[in-house]
DNA sequence: CTGCTCGTGTCAGCTTTCTGACACGAATCA
DNA sequence: TGATTCGTGTCAGAAAGCTGACACGAGCAG
C-alpha cells in the first residue's frame, strides 16, 4: 500500500527504525545531560576513560564513534578544564595514554547517574528474555555490515 | 567484572550497542551513497519525498532526524540541482509542500538500489521472526523514552 | 640493515549541523 | 472580536564534525 514496488518502505524498514531510536536516546541523553554542562560525546569520552584507563586519542575516537581528530580537540578542552591527564610526552611510540582526573571523576558520576535513567527508561516493559535478545541481534546487524564492506 | 559497582558498562550497555549500530549502518550508508554523490541526509530527504509527495520542510527535517534549518539548506541544494521543486509562494499558510522532479526520481532510483543492499546486508543470517522481533523492541525502546520526557 | 606498511598525534580548512531569533499565518480560546 | 498559542520558513552566527595532509615511531619482510 505505501510501497510502489521497489523502494525501501520507511514505515517497516528495520534500518530507519534504527535510526529513529538511536536518534531518539541521543536526544533524551542531551536533555539530562545539558544541565549538567556536558555533551554526549563529552560524556562518552569520561566514561570510556573509566571503564578502560589509559586510552590513547585514536582508541578513545573509536569507542565514541567519531574521528582521533574529533577526539583530539576534545581532550584538549578537557584537559584544559582539567577532567583528564596526558603525558607530556610520550612513554613509547607516539600514543599518550589518557586518564580521568580525580575532578573528571567526579563529574563523570553525576553524569553516569543520568544517562543510567535514561537507560532504564528505555528499558522499562521489557523482559529479560527480550533485552538479550535485542542485544544479540543488533550485534548481529553490526557483524552482518562489517563483514561485507 | 569489567563493572565496578555503578557504571554503565559498555560491554553489556544496550545503549552503546544501539548507538554502535546505527553508527555502523550510517557508514554502510554513506560507502554505497559516495560513489553516487550522495550523502545519508540527501538520501533521507529523497525517499521520504517519493514515498509521501508533497511533504513541507519542517516534515521533512522530523522525518529525516535534522532540524528544519538543516533540511532547509539540503532543499535548496536540492532544488538549485533540480532534484526538487517547491511552489513560489505558499498555497496555504506558510507551508511549502515539496515535490521530487522527474531528475530527482531518477536520482533516487539508484540510491535506493544502493540502500536496499546495505538493508539486506544487515538483515543477512536473521530469520523472519528475529526481524518482527527487533521491530518491535526497537519500537517498545522509542516508545518508553519519549513518555517520561 | 633497509624498505615498506601501519597506526598515531596533530595542524589546517571546509562542510554539516545546530542554536537563537524574527516575522508570519492558522488555530484556538476567552 | 481580540489575544494567545502553535507551527512554519528563513536569516545569521556559532559549534561540532569531517577530510586531507604531514611527520613520526613501531613492526614486519626482504
Given at each position: 500500500m505505501s510501497q510502489d514496488g521497489v523502494g525501501v518502505d520507511l514505515e517497516t524498514s528495520l534500518g530507519y527504525l534504527l535510526k529513529e531510536a538511536s536518534s531518539t536516546l541521543r536526544a533524551a541523553m542531551e536533555e539530562v545531560l545539558r544541565p549538567l554542562g556536558m555533551s554526549v560525546t563529552h560524556y562518552s569520552c569520561l566514561e570510556l576513560l573509566a571503564q578502560?584507563?589509559?586510552?590513547s586519542n585514536s582508541e578513545l575516537a573509536r569507542g565514541a564513534f567519531v574521528t582521533r581528530q574529533t577526539m583530539n580537540v576534545l581532550l584538549q578542552t578537557l584537559e584544559r578544564e582539567g577532567h583528564v591527564t596526558r603525558p607530556a610526552?610520550?612513554?613509547?611510540?607516539?600514543v599518550l595514554p589518557t586518564r580521568l582526573t580525580p575532578r573528571g571523576r567526579r563529574k563523570l558520576e553525576k553524569a553516569t547517574a543520568a544517562v543510567r535513567s535514561v537507560e532504564i527508561r528505555m528499558l522499562a516493559g521489557m523482559t529479560e528474555t527480550e533485552r538479550s535478545g535485542a542485544f544479540r541481534i543488533l550485534q548481529s546487524m553490526i557483524h552482518s555490515l562489517r563483514d561485507g564492506s
Amino acid at each position: 500500500m505505501s510501497q510502489d514496488g521497489v523502494g525501501v518502505d520507511l514505515e517497516t524498514s528495520l534500518g530507519y527504525l534504527l535510526k529513529e531510536a538511536s536518534s531518539t536516546l541521543r536526544a533524551a541523553m542531551e536533555e539530562v545531560l545539558r544541565p549538567l554542562g556536558m555533551s554526549v560525546t563529552h560524556y562518552s569520552c569520561l566514561e570510556l576513560l573509566a571503564q578502560r584507563p589509559g586510552l590513547s586519542n585514536s582508541e578513545l575516537a573509536r569507542g565514541a564513534f567519531v574521528t582521533r581528530q574529533t577526539m583530539n580537540v576534545l581532550l584538549q578542552t578537557l584537559e584544559r578544564e582539567g577532567h583528564v591527564t596526558r603525558p607530556a610526552e610520550a612513554p613509547v611510540g607516539k600514543v599518550l595514554p589518557t586518564r580521568l582526573t580525580p575532578r573528571g571523576r567526579r563529574k563523570l558520576e553525576k553524569a553516569t547517574a543520568a544517562v543510567r535513567s535514561v537507560e532504564i527508561r528505555m528499558l522499562a516493559g521489557m523482559t529479560e528474555t527480550e533485552r538479550s535478545g535485542a542485544f544479540r541481534i543488533l550485534q548481529s546487524m553490526i557483524h552482518s555490515l562489517r563483514d561485507g564492506s
